[in-house]
């Protein structure tokens, strides 16, 4: 059997200054050496804080990740910026696909995959982001969405190396709601036997993560579910201690 290695990672999306350096030190500080052994950790700030936390906690175990890449690799794209730049600021990482963007910016399935590829170019895990809306839900669709979103997001030669998925129902972002744990478990079920049609056993090394109202208090129970191997935390991963709270269910 696979073992995955957990991984917990903090969405800041549009929050934080540099005032924010000390917040990260203290999330550096947290991840002590029994979390360390257990999980993953990392933040995901604005882009204008890559740089900057990366030059305050030189050489931390708390991986850096960028929230959005353009496909190419410089160029004339005003206010955009590539996963070359992103790498060179300290990221190891970037979100491509989360739901706000697909909202806010009428980002496609063929977008992320181009961005997801653009990640791999630049040698950044791309954590690539699906989940289906309220309507979808309720009209019972949700597992053939998100399996549509994961066939047109997810580039060929996805592996367990430069990939993970992240699950975000959109109705439970930022809202308090969660899907139940058999509704979790079931949809990352239906993922990984989505991927291993068509990446075979390396579809065993992707981790799938969930977010989504990821709290201190329900951690514990979302990140023991089957077939998640880590959560993307919006909301409480502003703040060191319910960041490394959520963290902690896995000691
Ligand atoms: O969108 C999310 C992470 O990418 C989840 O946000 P919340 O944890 O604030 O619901």
């Not at 739901?99 to 590829?117: M, N, P, Q, T």
């Amino acid at each position: 059997m696979t073992t995955r290695r957990p991984l917990v990672a903090g969405n800041w999306k549009m929050n934080g200054l540099k005032a924010s350096v000390p917040e990260f030190r203290r999330i550096v500080e947290g991840y002590d050496a029994a979390l360390r052994a257990r999980t993953d950790l990392m933040v995901c700030p604005p882009a204008t804080l890559l740089a900057g936390f990366a030059a305050a906690e030189p050489g931390s175990p708390v991986g850096l990740a960028g929230q959005d890449c353009h496909p190419a690799a410089s160029g004339a794209h005003t206010g955009d910026i590539s996963a070359e730049m992103l790498a060179d600021a300290g990221a190891g990482a970037v979100i491509v696909g989360h739901s706000e963007r697909r909202a806010d910016h009428g980002e496609s399935d063929e977008l992320v995959r181009a961005k997801a590829e653009a990640a791999r170019r630049a040698g950044l895990l791309a954590i690539i982001c699906v989940g289906e809306t309220r309507e979808v839900r309720e009209a019972g669709r949700a597992l053939d969405v998100v399996r549509g979103q994961l066939a047109g997001s997810v580039p060929d030669g996805a592996d367990g190396e430069n990939t993970v998925i992240a699950y975000e129902p959109v109705w439970a972002i930022g809202t308090g709601l969660t899907p139940t744990i058999d509704e979790i478990a079931e949809m990352h079920g239906a993922m990984r036997a989505h991927l291993k049609e068509r990446f075979g056993g390396q579809a065993d090394r992707i981790r799938l993560l969930y977010g989504g109202s990821v709290k201190p208090e329900n951690a514990g129970e979302i990140l023991a579910a089957a077939d998640v191997d880590g959560a993307l935390v919006g909301g409480a991963s502003l703040e060191a201690t319910s960041f490394l709270s959520i963290a902690r269910a896995y000691l």
